[in-house]
């Protein structure tokens, strides 16, 4: 089952323009990650944030966690168009004997920049 | 440094037969896992190998099995092939925290 949900679903923007995606989770988390996927293919980390951490920056990119509201979102500044993918939320399932556990990703959200 | 491998890139499969899909981690990287992503949809958790064991298993039916080796590689079966299984399959490895994917395995069941 779907432990991030992030929406919106599908967002279209001109190069230049800020994108926020959001993403919300069900249960307690160690950490949230966010990945890009290009065109289908492998998915890429970009940013991960942990439970006791509010905000982290990585260049272009800002991410925020609000453990109280189960929420996320991450913000990509003056994007461009080599921007356009599929960006997805994963929190982990829990600790297994000290080792991470699988990651659990939302459905994503689709950006489009146009150029 | 290598990435995470997988192969074969593309692989056609009769309803029916069954599939047999390679990934390999990075080195020293010991946690090997496993996704399903069909068309349009997110990434559906499949299984979790570390150390050569099963750590954890995703909601799919036990035609899906797979098998971590020594040298940490591993490999994913899918029996009895069925057209919904028609889907890009994801290895990553893990460290850690952070998951690095391979580029998948498109699998298409006709």
């Known amino acids: 089952s779907q432990q991030g949900e992030e929406d919106p679903q599908a967002l279209s923007i001109q190069e230049g323009e800020n994108a926020t995606m959001n993403c919300s989770y069900k249960?307690?988390?160690?950490?949230l990650q966010w990945y890009r996927q290009n065109s289908g293919r492998g998915l890429v980390h970009l940013i991960l944030?942990?439970?006791?951490?509010r905000e982290k920056h990585s260049g272009r990119l800002r991410v925020t966690l609000d453990t109280s509201k189960k929420s996320s979102s991450l913000l990509i500044t003056a994007s461009r168009a080599a921007d356009t993918a599929s960006y997805f939320c994963?929190?982990?399932?829990?600790?297994?004997?000290?080792?991470?556990?699988?990651?659990?990703f939302g459905k994503g959200t689709k950006l489009s920049v146009k150029p | 440094e290598a990435g995470v491998t997988q192969s074969p890139t593309h692989l056609i499969k009769t309803r029916g037969q069954q599939a047999t899909l390679r990934c390999s981690p990075i080195?020293?990287?010991?946690?090997v896992y496993w996704y399903q992503q069909a068309l349009g949809l997110g990434l559906q958790f499949l299984l979790w190998?570390?150390?050569?064991?099963?750590?954890n298993r995703g909601n799919f039916p036990p035609r899906f099995s797979g098998r971590q080796f020594p040298n940490y590689s591993s490999e994913l079966n899918v029996n009895a092939l069925e057209l919904e299984d028609s889907a890009l399959y994801l290895c990553?490895?893990?460290?850690?925290?952070?998951?690095?994917f391979g580029q998948g395995t498109r699998l298409t069941v006709v």
């Open positions: 994963a929190t982990d399932a829990g600790v297994y004997g000290g080792s991470q556990g699988n990651l659990i």
């Open positions: 944030i942990r439970s006791n951490e």
């Open positions: 249960t307690s988390i160690n950490n």
């Open positions: 990553a490895s893990s460290a850690g925290t952070s998951a690095f």
């Open positions: 190998y570390d150390e050569g064991e099963e750590r």
């Open positions: 080195s020293g990287h010991t946690s």
